[in-house]
């Protein structure tokens, strides 16, 4: 039996391999390239220059701003979900949008906040000033927000229903109003979902690159920009690369930070 669960564990292996022990490796390799395939160091040198640093903390700073709103909108929507009738239909609705391309979800958002858009109709409605929304950093973080959050309420949501139902009455039997029941029960047992939320929802808000060039008109430049510049318009892939070295270690760092303890989980 345990020879038979080893053939089985070969195409994982191979998966691993391939795409993403070979992909990591390769990213590794060239950022040691410069444009005439020279060994060299200055990707690295340039990388901590001021400009990109700047760029790198401005990403940071979006990401977390964009992880912030989630969390804050998403935990009490998770909190309603769990002590809701017909729960499994409501979260239908939240995932249904995550099954709608998101280009197209984009190019939708354009048209809402566009000065001719549904925002700006709306507004003049109400005989209110139009206002230019479209190409904002207002802009990108709406719509950031929007396409993340189901994101952050799905591991919230599953982590809150999986607290037995039963710790919940003995809280209340013991005394404890609502708030001291939220407080030291259900956040508690919430937090590794939350942990998991922020994973899922601060790691690709750092390389957004297709909503900063189409929502916030470039206004925004983060590391996911910077790849994608060095990669399409300047083939500089010693420089795209290092940059993206830089991310992948910030993205590790923030697993580590945030990782999910399953085992201190269950001993609570």
């Known amino acids: 039996m345990s020879r038979a669960k080893n053939y089985f564990l070969i195409?994982?292996?191979?998966?691993?391999?391939?795409?993403?022990?070979m992909p990591v490796v390769m990213i590794c390799y060239t950022s040691f390239k410069d444009m005439d395939n020279h060994f060299t160091l200055e990707n690295y040198r340039n990388f901590l220059s001021p400009v990109y640093l700047d760029m790198t903390l401005s990403s940071f700073f979006y990401a977390l701003i964009i992880t912030v709103i989630c969390l804050i909108i998403a935990y009490p929507v998770a909190l309603a979900l769990r002590n809701t009738k017909n729960k499994q239909f409501w979260l239908l609705l939240i995932i249904l949008p995550t099954w709608i391309n998101l280009l197209l979800k984009t190019y939708a958002f354009i048209g809402i906040l566009s000065k001719e858009g549904t925002v700006n109709?709306?507004?003049?409605?109400?005989?209110?000033?139009?206002?230019?929304?479209?190409?904002?950093?207002?802009?990108?973080?709406?719509v950031s927000v929007y396409i993340y959050i189901p994101f952050m309420i799905l591991p919230i949501f599953n982590s809150m229903d999986e607290i037995p139902e039963n710790l919940l009455q003995a809280s209340r039997d013991l005394g404890a109003d609502q708030w001291t029941t939220f407080r030291k029960v259900i956040m508690p047992l919430s937090w590794e979902g939350v942990k998991t939320g922020i994973q899922v929802t601060f790691i690709p808000a750092l390389s957004l690159f297709m909503?900063?060039?189409?929502?916030?008109?470039?206004?925004?430049?983060?590391?996911?920009?910077?790849?994608?510049?060095?990669?399409?318009?300047t083939q500089n892939y010693g420089m795209g690369s290092t940059i993206a070295v830089f991310l992948i270690l910030?993205?590790?760092?923030?697993?580590?930070?945030?990782?999910?303890n399953k085992e201190s989980r269950d001993n609570r």
């Open 11 to 21: 195409p994982y292996l191979l998966w691993i391999v391939l795409f993403i022990i």
């Open 121 to 142: 109709d709306v507004m003049r409605a109400l005989h209110l000033p139009a206002s230019q929304l479209l190409f904002t950093d207002a802009a990108f973080i709406i």
């Open 211 to 233: 909503i900063t060039r189409l929502i916030a008109g470039n206004k925004v430049v983060n590391l996911g920009t910077a790849i994608e510049e060095q990669f399409l318009v």
């Open 250 to 260: 910030a993205m590790a760092l923030v697993m580590v930070i945030t990782k999910t």
